[in-house]
């Protein structure tokens, strides 16, 4: 599938993705790309979340891929357990945040308890072997649960501006590969 043919959805995480974070160039890139914007950033409530993201979704008119980070993860694979004969093609799913792990903020603990139902579209997760948030064991977890690709990025951090990744080139190619994968 080209990039074109889709309505590509950006979940970003806690806080949202800045100036220079590799979602908002993304999103700046693609023509079909938009936001899937939250009304609270900083006190996230999953049911809000998950309502936002089921909303673009519907109101998408082609097939959709969805591209989350960190906390946008964990709502992006909350929303996948409702989703009943779904638009959505695939997800590329990047460091994914670990809600039994002690490095979650306090602020994103009500996204605990995150499904480990198979998700029903093909889907590529990245991390990296030195994230906060996440091991590289439970990352490993999380895919085989979703029956996601895994992708381990190296030391890379929480893959943001943080840790270097503006442009994140790396991560276009497999997002690109991704898309090749999928049909429209």
């Known amino acids: 599938m080209r990039i074109a043919e889709a309505d590509i959805l950006i979940m970003p995480g806690l806080g949202n993705s800045g100036p220079?974070?590799?979602?908002?160039?993304?999103?700046?890139?693609?023509?079909t790309a938009r936001f899937v914007e939250q009304a609270e950033w900083e006190?996230?409530?999953?049911?809000?979340?998950?309502?936002?993201?089921e909303r673009e979704i519907m109101m998408s008119?082609?097939?959709?891929?969805?591209?989350?980070?960190?906390?946008?993860?964990?709502?992006?694979?909350?929303?996948?357990?409702?989703?009943?004969?779904?638009?959505?093609?695939?997800a590329?799913?990047?460091?994914?945040?670990?809600?039994e792990g002690d490095a979650i903020p306090a602020e994103?603990?009500?996204?605990?308890k995150?499904?480990?139902?198979?998700?029903?579209?093909?889907?590529?997760?990245?991390?990296?072997?030195?994230?906060?948030?996440c091991s590289v064991e439970r990352a490993v977890d999380m895919a085989t649960c979703w029956g996601s690709e895994l992708h381990l990025a190296?030391?890379?951090?929480?893959?943001?501006?943080?840790?270097g990744h503006g442009p994140w080139p790396e991560g276009l190619l497999m997002f690109t590969r991704l898309m090749q994968r999928l049909r429209a």
């Open 92 to 99: 590329f799913l990047v460091s994914p945040p670990d809600h």
């Open 114 to 133: 995150v499904p480990r139902d198979p998700l029903p579209f093909p889907s590529l997760l990245v991390a990296s072997t030195d994230d906060p948030p």
């Open 43 to 53: 006190l996230p409530r999953l049911a809000d979340w998950v309502t936002a993201i």
């Open 61 to 90: 008119t082609r097939p959709v891929v969805l591209i989350a980070h960190s906390l946008g993860v964990s709502a992006a694979v909350h929303t996948a357990q409702r989703l009943k004969d779904t638009k959505v093609r695939g």
């Open 20 to 31: 220079g974070h590799w979602q908002r160039r993304w999103g700046e890139r693609f023509s």
């Open 108 to 112: 994103a603990r009500s996204f605990g």
């Open 154 to 163: 190296g030391n890379a951090g929480h893959i943001n501006t943080a840790s």
